[in-house]
């Protein structure tokens, strides 16, 4: 389960934070309609015994051994890319190859290979000069750069930098930008402006920000001040001393970061680059954090910046570990029941306690291990009539990337898959005794809480409920099952990227705890028998979706809003 972000967690998202993500989020939240009709009248009938059998052969000791293998210490908390996270996946494709499941990745591998690829600013060939002043990258200047780029020219600063012409505001009346370089308030509105009054997007209606209005007018560079200055600099210090992978295919040159080179400067050098104007450098920061941006003006003609910035890109691989056990039935083994979960986790971090591996063996080594388990249920049992696909997804964690590249470039048809099944943290129950509040949103020993099974086909939300009925009759809880949920679990899990291209989900969810991303995710701290329960059950329900005379029916779209986060 990855964490609540508001912003995406990017040096350059530092660096260019503005109002239009936040904006997003807030009309997403008041826009999610909650129109679930109610459940379908239950049928009940007996499970086969053959599917009973192969279910109660799921054990929670095997469940325990192969967690406290993926969950160890020398895993590293599989943060993606790594080593561990390699090593996991080479784990997973042994036992798959052992069960003789056909590998469903590249070039008849197990492996579906995701090219990862990092911006890193080169300090030291990286330079911001006033004509008898150099500065420091790191210390003196920050930018948001997905390529290397440059930029010369005399200083104008623009103030909050907007245009609303229905308000008749403009920043930079009797300001010229072309070939200078603007200094500009970053989040500060204009008076008399709200969020609200900004609508769209930057530039194409009513209004401009710093950035639209800079690139169309020719300036060279921007030098943003943001409002929340101390807190966007240490950010962006730590940011810029890491790699930050993205997924090379989803990310357009230059890193998707706009051609206009964008700084952020220290206290120090603003003090520079106003010394001698009709403001300090400190009047404009003080103001600027307060909210008061004031008016524009231009900076002394004979001061002038040069900036250049030199950026490598750092390459790594990775994988999404996929395979395919085939159906039993000549028609039907062409649509497939996919299974998942996300093997990585966060990695080495923030020691807590002298500890800083994050082993994450809830969250996910508690699904991988399940997804592996239910593998070696149906490789053992009768071959059900539909295939199933086995997908254990690198980089949820990072921001669901893995669902989101076998969803953009799927392996097996997309249109053949007629269920993703999502087991992300089902290892962790709450004790009767415990009172503790970050426990208390943890389902019990015999409860899980369940997501999206009825979004958008009635009928598999009832064949959820028939399954579990005739077989271990957990609590289902569905507190959860609704986008418009403040926490918003729907949008946090793998399957969601599935649900958005119109395949019917079911996410299994044990909720969130006390060691919930913390290095105190471990294997001990596991409830196996519940474990067992689970998994036992989300086998059978896919044994059922597998061997149904027809799929799914989806029979309600998710809503429009929530397509697309
Ligand atoms: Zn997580």
């Not at 070939?179 to 769209?200: C, E, F, S």
């Not at 997007?201 to 690139?215: F, I, Q, T």
């Amino acid at each position: 389960m990855r964490r609540f972000r508001l912003f995406n967690l990017a040096l350059a998202c530092a660096l260019l934070i503005n109002f239009p993500a936040a904006r997003a989020q807030e009309a997403q939240q008041t826009n999610a309609a909650n129109a679930r009709p109610a459940a379908a009248t239950a049928t009940s009938a007996a499970l086969p015994a053959a599917s009973l059998e192969a279910a109660n052969a799921i054990t929670a000791a095997r469940l325990s051994e192969h967690l406290h293998f993926i969950a160890s210490d020398a895993m590293g908390g599989r943060d993606t890319p790594s080593k561990g996270l390699d090593d996991t996946a080479k784990f997973l494709a042994d036992n798959l190859a052992k069960l003789k499941i056909k590998p469903a990745g590249d070039d008849g591998t197990y492996f579906q290979k995701i090219e990862l690829v990092s911006f890193k600013v080169d300090p030291v060939k990286s330079s911001f000069r006033l004509p008898d002043r150099a500065f420091k990258f790191g210390e003196d200047f920050l930018v948001g750069a997905g390529r290397s780029a440059s930029a010369s020219g005399a200083l104008v600063y623009a103030g909050h930098g907007y245009v609303v012409k229905s308000k008749n505001i403009n920043a930079y009346n009797g300001l010229d930008v072309r070939d200078k370089v603007v200094i500009v308030a970053a989040g500060v509105l204009p008076q008399g402006v709200t969020r609200a009054d900004l609508k769209g997007k930057a530039g194409e209606g009513d209004w401009e920000d710093a950035e639209s209005y800079a690139r169309k007018n020719g300036a060279k560079g921007l030098i943003r001040v943001p409002r929340n200055f101390e807190r966007i600099w240490r950010f962006g210090r730590f940011m810029s001393e890491r790699d930050n992978y993205q997924v090379a295919r989803f990310t357009p040159a230059g890193g998707g970061m706009g051609e206009l080179l964008v700084v952020l400067p220290s206290a120090a050098l603003l003090d520079m680059l106003f010394a001698g104007e009709k403001r300090a450098g400190s009047d404009i920061l003080k103001g600027i954090m307060a909210g008061e941006a004031g008016e524009s003006f231009n900076l002394g003609a004979g001061k002038r910046v040069d900036i250049a910035v030199s950026v490598a890109a750092k390459k790594a691989l990775t994988q999404n570990v996929v395979g395919v056990l085939e159906g039993g039935d000549a028609k039907l083994k062409q649509e497939y029941v996919a299974i998942g979960a996300h093997y990585d986790h966060v990695g080495v971090g923030t020691a807590v306690n002298n500890d800083s591996i994050y082993n994450g063996a809830d969250d996910d080594g508690s699904g991988t291990v399940g997804v592996l388990a239910i593998a070696e249920a149906l490789a053992r049992g009768a071959r059900p009539k539909r295939s199933v696909l086995f997908v254990w997804h690198c980089a949820e964690e990072k921001g669901l990337w893995g669902s989101e590249y076998f969803t953009k470039f799927p392996t097996v048809p997309l249109k053949q898959i007629v269920a993703q099944l999502n087991m992300d943290m089902i290892g962790r129950s709450k004790q009767e005794d415990d009172t503790k509040a970050a426990n208390s949103n943890l389902s019990g020993p015999n409860e899980i809480h369940v997501i999206g099974s009825k979004m958008m086909s009635t009928e598999l939300g009832a064949l959820s409920e028939r399954v579990n009925r005739a077989y271990l009759n957990l609590k289902l809880n569905y507190k959860y099952d609704d986008p418009a949920d403040p926490n918003r679990f729907f949008f946090r899990s793998d399957h969601y990227n599935y649900a958005q291209r119109g395949i019917p989900i079911i996410f299994y969810f044990d909720g969130v705890h006390e060691d919930y991303h913390r290095p105190s995710d471990t294997p001990d701290k596991i409830d196996y028998q519940k474990m067992e329960k689970i998994t036992r059950t989300v086998f059978l329900t896919a044994s059922e979706i597998a061997n149904a005379p027809t799929r799914p029916r989806v029979d309600k779209q998710l809503p429009q809003e929530l397509s697309g986060q």
